[in-house]
T-cell receptor, first 112, second 113 residues
């Protein structure tokens, strides 16, 4: 199974609603990042949260991290049609050579 | 200016052929990566280079050979292409060390017929 697994796999909401995506991982981490991927494009970094942080905000984004449960959530408030994309978490493990392991992604669709 | 660029954007080729994908970054980063994204959108790291030295090789078949002529470039050469190599390949770069965001290129969609 994957180091990072997002759920739900797909999410469809109305514009203006909040969207919450979750990421679970298996090993200890240094930090966790969230990325967005628009269809047919490369990934774009959204936010990073370090293992000693519990919550972080950036604009309409709110990320939480619970290292005891090995999980993180990404909340997008007041969603817009332009938020339609796939969202991935990426973990930077503390074991061995550092590298980022990406989760399976959540496909978000925001309906206008 | 494009931060991380890849060429070509699309690549369609026959099984057994050899092809290369080029990547360049103008961000001054020391670390570059190659990722493979399959049809289910699963993104898997293949290689990572730091200052032209290979630091991550994720048990990729040796038909895949990365080459970094300088720290701004990381190319990927694939020999004897197979159907299963069809995917989107992304190049990325970052500053060295943990906790740095990665900047991704636009991807190269490889289709092997």
């Amino acid at each position: 199974s994957q180091q990072g697994e997002e759920d739900p796999q797909a999410l469809s909401i109305q514009e203006g609603e909040n969207a919450t995506m979750n990421c679970s991982y298996k090993t200890s981490i240094n930090n966790l990042q969230w990325y967005r991927q628009n269809s047919g494009r490369g990934l774009v970094h959204l936010i990073l949260i370090r293992s000693n942080e519990r919550e972080k905000h950036s604009g309409r984004l709110r990320v939480t991290l619970d290292t005891s449960k090995k999980s993180s959530s990404l909340l997008i408030t007041a969603s817009r049609a332009a938020d339609t994309a796939s969202y991935f978490c990426a973990t930077d493990t503390t074991s061995g050579t550092y590298k980022y392991i990406f989760g399976t992604g959540t496909r978000l669709k925001v309906l206008a | 200016d494009t931060a991380v660029s890849q060429t070509p954007k699309y690549l369609v080729t026959q099984m057994g052929n050899d092809k290369s994908i080029k990547c360049e970054q103008n961000l001054g980063h020391d670390t570059m990566y190659w990722y493979k994204q399959d049809s289910k959108k699963f993104l898997k790291i293949m290689f990572s280079y730091n200052n032209k030295e290979l630091i991550i090789n994720e048990t990729v078949p040796n038909r895949f050979s990365p080459k970094s002529p300088d720290k701004a470039h990381l190319n990927l050469h694939i020999n004897s292409l197979e159907l299963g190599d069809s995917a989107v390949y992304f190049c990325a770069s970052s500053k060295t060390g943990t906790g740095n965001e990665q900047f991704f290129g636009p991807g190269t969609r490889l289709t092997v017929l």
